[in-house]
């Protein structure tokens, strides 16, 4: 039987709904903050990397605020990417050509750079370009929920976690179906601050991403790259970082198959954006809501982990409603992020509108258009 209750989330774009070509008006909000968040400038070479799938309006929305700046923009429809290598021999040759000609890209694929070795990470930091990733997300959901979100509340949120989560020596994570797993010595991503010519970043913005030293306990996979939702509950066992054990039926089988080597875990990230869906969002949207959680793990390469380059037979696990506990102390209970109630964060928002409104981590409830950023703050 199905165990999440988040079962119907898509697989590709291709299983997303179209909209209506006049919901282009509700995407504004949102695509005003990705390009505010990218630093667009007037003149700047802009790339729309979209995959075929992708709605058109989404790709419309986007294209059409970056023209309203003044930049050069450029539209490439590419077909869909597989994940985790599963296809390492296509080519994009097309792709990178046009990527190292561009300011700017935006990425709207579903696996894209995460998962392929010439957009990967290193080919990104070695170019001028800044990479923004729709990672996922290149949808009207994503767009009209967590990328309303002002980016100033997110930062708020993000260097008030990383305050904490930097100086910890364990992480534990523990759920109602069974995971409890503690991570220990994590090395998190620093507050990137304005984005820099090689720059990754993904949208809508979404949490604090850290890479153990150590991995110890049992994940029990809610969603994953491989799986999606599996159909009985699919447990990893860990054991100094490695996963030792893989349990539960045919994804258990699945999961091994496409990395028969096994797997190490690479990374860990802790969602933070209040505004981000869990219900009806895709693996790599839920992960980034406030008070979720997911993890990475990657296949081993001649039994060892490399992580210096592209993670083939990468895997991503989903938790979608966690308690997380930093060094003895409460950060997630249940999925509820506590820092939500901080009065330093309700602050920060409260430049934009009532608090209690920006910060609802019930994302159903869309935020509206007057509190979304931009000069209004809120009247």
């Known amino acids: 039987m199905t165990i999440n209750p988040y079962a119907g989330s898509p697989f590709s774009y291709v299983a997303e709904p179209a909209v209506a070509p006049y919901s282009i008006v509700e995407l504004m909000p949102g695509v005003r903050n990705l390009c505010e968040y990218v ?24 294209a059409a605020a970056a023209a309203l700046r003044d930049a050069d923009v450029r539209i490439l429809s590419v077909p869909p990417f597989s994940p985790g290598g599963w296809d390492r021999e296509a080519s994009l040759d097309i792709e990178t050509a046009a990527f190292r000609e561009a300011d700017v890209v935006i990425s709207g694929t579903w696996w894209g750079e ?3 070795a010439p957009l ?9 370009s800044r990479f923004l990733s729709l990672h996922m997300t290149a949808t009207a959901g994503a767009l009209l929920t967590g990328g309303r979100l002002p980016a100033e509340v997110f930062y708020a949120l993000l260097l008030r976690a990383l305050r904490q989560l930097s100086a910890a020596r364990t992480i534990r994570v523990t ?3 069974g995971t409890d797993v503690t991570f220990a010595g994590p090395a998190f991503d620093p507050d990137p601050g304005a984005m820099r010519p090689g720059d990754w970043r993904p949208f809508p913005y979404g949490g604090a991403n850290f890479w153990p030293t150590d991995t110890e306990g049992v994940i029990v996979i809610e969603d994953s790259t491989v799986t999606g939702v599996p159909e009985e ?33 690479r990374h860990g990230l802790i969602g933070l954006n209040p505004k981000v869906r869990i219900a009806g969002g895709t693996q790599f949207e839920r992960e980034k809501h ?10 081993l390469t001649d039994g060892l982990p490399v992580t210096t380059g592209p993670g083939f037979a990468h895997c991503d696990c989903q938790v979608d409603r966690p308690t997380v506990v930093v060094d003895g102390e409460l950060f997630i209970e249940h999925g509820r992020l506590l820092l939500l109630d901080e009065p330093e964060i309700r602050e920060v928002a409260a430049q934009f509108g009532p608090p209690e409104v920006i910060l609802d981590d019930n994302p159903v409830m869309i935020l509206p258009r007057r509190y979304t950023g931009a000069g209004a703050k809120g009247r």
């Open 290 to 299: 406030a008070g979720a959680f997911y993890c990475g793990i990657d296949g």
């Open 233 to 265: 509950p699919l447990r990893l066992t860990l054991e100094g970082n490695l996963v030792r054990k893989i349990e539960g039926g045919a994804a258990a089988e699945q999961l091994r198959r496409y990395a028969p080597d096994g797997y190490y875990m």
């Open 175 to 177: 759920s109602k179906r």
């Open 120 to 128: 990967f990470f290193d080919q990104i930091k070695s170019r001028s």
């Open 39 to 62: 630093r667009l400038s007037a003149g700047e070479r802009v790339l729309l990397l979209m995959e075929h799938t992708v709605d058109p309006v989404v790709v419309q929305a986007i």
């Open 114 to 116: 995460v998962h392929t």
